[in-house]
């Protein structure tokens, strides 16, 4: 990536930002708020898919997205979505076919990042995207989108 294309997503993720900071200011509803959440970063990003699964017992379930269709339950610790639930921590895959045990919801997939959403200091999901091209994702995605996992879960009222 070029510094121009550095500075250029670092640009879109910050009115993105206060984007996603006043759409989700007026409603502490987590599930409205993920939905227009996955909406925002998805129209400014143009990534293939974004969305969020939720936390359910010991699996992940398929929360609101936007891309196509998509696998509707992750056991903890399985593919990058469980990995993330089990280690709590931001995943970077530069090639999916590298991720052991990686589940593909579209062989269109070729990299992705998945990143914890926390309310009160608790796990309640992941925030997951996907890219058709390899080596998408790098340290500014994963600054900016825990960023807005943060805002995110800071506006719950869980
Ligand atoms: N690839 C993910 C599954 C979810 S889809 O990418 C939307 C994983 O390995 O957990």
Same mark, same amino acid.
């Given at each position: 990536m070029t510094e121009q294309e550095y500075n250029e997503r670092r640009e879109k993720y910050a009115l993105l930002c206060r984007q996603i900071s006043s759409l989700c200011e007026e409603e502490k509803d987590l599930i409205a708020n993920m939905a227009n959440t996955a909406a925002a970063i998805h129209a400014t990003m143009g990534f293939f898919w974004t969305g969020f699964y939720i936390v359910r017992g010991n699996e992940l379930v398929l929360g609101p997205f936007q891309g196509p269709s998509a696998c509707t339950r992750i056991p903890y610790g399985k593919g990058v979505c469980g990995t993330c639930m089990k280690e709590e921590k931001t995943i970077i895959v530069? !090639?999916?076919?590298?991720?052991?045990g990686h589940i593909a919801c579209?062989?269109?997939?070729?990299s992705e990042i998945v990143v914890p959403l926390y309310c009160k200091s608790q796990l309640i999901g992941v925030l997951d995207i996907d890219s058709t091209?390899? !080596?998408?994702?790098n340290e500014v995605d994963a600054y900016w989108l825990e960023h807005i996992c943060m805002i995110l879960g800071d506006s719950s009222d869980l």
């Open positions: 530069p !090639d999916v076919e590298e991720f052991p579209s062989s269109l997939s070729k091209e390899k !080596d998408t994702f």
